[in-house]
T-cell receptor
Framework: GAVVSQHPSRVICKSGTSVKIECRSLDFQATTMFWYRQFPKKSLMLMAT?????????EQGVEKDKFLINHASLTLSTLTVTSAHPEDSSFYICSARDTGGLAGAPNTGELFFGEGSRLTVL | QQQVKQSPQSLIVQKGGISIINCAYE??????FPWYQQFPGKGPALLIA?????SEKKEGRFTISFNKSAKQFSLHIMDSQPGDSATYFCAATYYGNQFYFGTGTSLTVIP
């Protein structure tokens, strides 16, 4: 099945530093990727929709200057948490929508998730 | 406004029993309804999905029942096993749009 690789899986950083999380679709094209934040025992909270070649669309209440999203290619989106603070500690998950196989296979439109990144800000 | 409502919040089932999780939606434009399984510390994984042109889809022990007129769909896990213990999310979308998730159901299957 389709694979979405998310890296790093765990990161610990000091308050005030920036952290970059990468999300790659390994065997399909993803013109659209989504970034979520998940608190313990809670549902997925959509932070932003990342569109290849254009600006990301942020959900209400999400600071675009704090959570920088770049979707530079059909297979890669990055989330940078700038000037991280302890309240930014969370589980961040990306997902990618299958909009076409790299080998020309038809897209399924299905959504596949990365393994998540646990961010801890000290 | 919650686009997809999911219940129950938590569920405890005996090994070998049937686990049933329900979801309801409002937007009749939705045309794809997936279920995701999430283990602690991991990202959700696509389990099974259905489109509204069928009323039921079965894959192994997992079955989705879909009621278009009632705008409801449910996940049935037959012969539930301790390894099925996880959080399950239903979702709904239509092509080109974002996915709307339910609030999740924590399933515990006791031996």
């Amino acid at each position: 099945g389709a694979v979405v690789s998310q890296h790093p899986s765990r990161v610990i950083c000091k308050s005030g530093t920036s952290v970059k999380i990468e999300c790659r679709s390994l065997d399909f094209q993803a013109t659209t990727m989504f970034w979520y934040r998940q608190f313990p025992k809670k549902s997925l909270m959509l932070m932003a929709t990342s569109n290849e070649g254009s600006k990301a669309t942020y959900e209400q209440g999400v600071e675009k200057d704090k959570f920088l999203i770049n979707h530079a290619s059909l297979t890669l989106s990055t989330l940078t948490v700038t000037s991280a603070h302890p309240e930014d500690s969370s589980f961040y998950i990306c997902s990618a929508r299958d909009t076409g196989g790299l080998a020309g296979a038809p897209n399924t439109g299905e959504l596949f998730f990365g393994e998540g990144s646990r961010l801890t800000v000290l | 406004q919650q686009q997809v409502k999911q219940s129950p919040q938590s569920l405890i089932v005996q090994k070998g029993g049937i686990s049933i999780i329900n979801c309801a939606y409002e937007n009749t434009a939705f045309d794809y309804f997936p279920w995701y399984q999430q283990f602690p510390g991991k990202g959700p994984a696509l389990l099974i999905a259905i489109r509204p042109d069928v009323s039921e889809k079965k894959e192994g022990r997992f079955t989705i029942s879909f009621n278009k007129s009632a705008k409801q769909f449910s996940l049935h896990i037959m012969d539930s096993q301790p390894g099925d213990s996880a959080t399950y999310f239903c979702a709904a979308t239509y092509y080109g749009n974002q996915f709307y998730f339910g609030t999740g159901t924590s399933l515990t299957v006791i031996p």
